[in-house]
């Protein structure tokens, strides 16, 4: 079990020309349910969770609230690994107004590998050990980006969402890879864990993450990887991810799903015990796992209780 949490500063805060300290806050400790809270209730429930912490924004607002991000998930005894979101690299103070590219596959294998290069060294700066897992921002890698981490000494990459795939996802694996792999393209060096997608109609696939899934299919998820012996289930979520979209308060469907998610993984934990990264554990890389097929009652309640998260619970004063 991989808990991942994608920790970044978010762009819409920053296209806002929010304060400094406003942005960081939004992003990192929103509504009272961010990195504090997610940190707290994994504590809580012993589980061992991997924060992919992009250190790009340093370039706009200083190391200090990226610092101070990797100094609370090691302080808690989490790990960090590196996340990219490149537009960072082309960013002013100046309301969004100027940036980079947004995708990671806009950029050639010699610039992808400059910009993980750059990121690596920043994150290092801002406290972490040395990354040796990544996930581009968006998900939007390609293979010239495996081959970039295979130069630069990368053992994983994250990146894979079959949600997403082809369209931002662009690793060349079908949709519906959830199973570890060592695609060629990565010159057999870096170990692809996908993120897990459950299959919720024929022929589309919905990520793993607690704004995405219900209870319900979480639960399903979980026991439909068990049942199948899969050799590894990849989950996302985000620092600002618990909160509405303005950062200004929970979101209640998505805290009540998160920490039902905890719960879960505690309770099961002899079946499916979470892993970081840097534990290095032998994946099996050989199995022809398959997603979790769709169901008409589970989906329809879950697209009920979206309804409600986004008509009430972000719209919420």
């Known amino acids: 079990m991989f808990l991942t949490i994608d920790t970044e500063i978010a762009w819409r805060h920053h296209a806002a020309g929010l304060p400094v300290a406003e942005v960081a806050g939004r992003s990192f400790e929103p ?3 961010g990195l504090a809270w997610q940190l707290d209730l994994l504590a809580r429930h012993g589980l061992k969770a991997c924060f992919f912490v992009d250190p790009l924004p340093a370039l706009v607002y200083g190391l200090a609230p990226i610092r101070q991000a990797v100094e609370a998930i090691l302080a808690a005894g989490q790990e960090v690994q590196l996340h990219l979101h490149p537009q960072w690299a082309g960013a002013r103070a100046d309301a969004g107004a100027s940036h980079g590219r947004f995708q990671l596959w806009e950029y050639d294998g010699g610039e992808q590998a400059q910009l993980i290069e750059a990121a690596a060294q920043l994150l290092g700066a801002a406290g972490a050990p040395p990354p040796i897992a990544f996930r581009a921002g968006s998900y939007a890698a390609d293979d010239a980006t495996l081959a970039a981490l295979a130069a630069l000494g990368f053992v994983y990459d994250s990146s894979h969402n079959g949600a997403g795939a082809p369209a931002i996802s662009r690793i060349a694996l079908p949709p519906d890879q959830v199973a570890p792999v060592v695609p060629l393209a990565g010159g057999g060096a870096v170990v692809e864990v996908p993120v897990t997608v459950i299959e919720d109609r024929a022929g589309h696939y919905r990520i793993f993450q607690p704004c995405a899934l219900s209870t319900g299919e979480a639960a399903a998820a979980l026991d439909h990887a068990v049942g199948a012996d899969h050799a590894a ?33 505690d309770a099961r934990r002899m079946e499916l015990p979470t892993a970081w ?8 890389l050989d ?14 309640w879950r697209q009920a209780e979206q309804l409600w998260s986004n008509w009430v619970e972000e719209r919420a004063a």
């Open 31 to 33: 509504g009272g349910v």
């Open 233 to 265: 289930v990849t989950i996302v979520s985000h620092s600002f991810e618990l909160a509405n979209r303005a950062g200004t308060r929970a979101n209640a469907v998505h805290v009540r799903r998160f920490a039902a998610l905890c719960r879960l993984l």
């Open 277 to 284: 990264f840097g534990d290095r554990r032998a994946l099996p």
């Open 287 to 300: 199995r022809a796992d398959r997603p979790l097929a769709p169901d008409r009652l589970r989906t329809g």
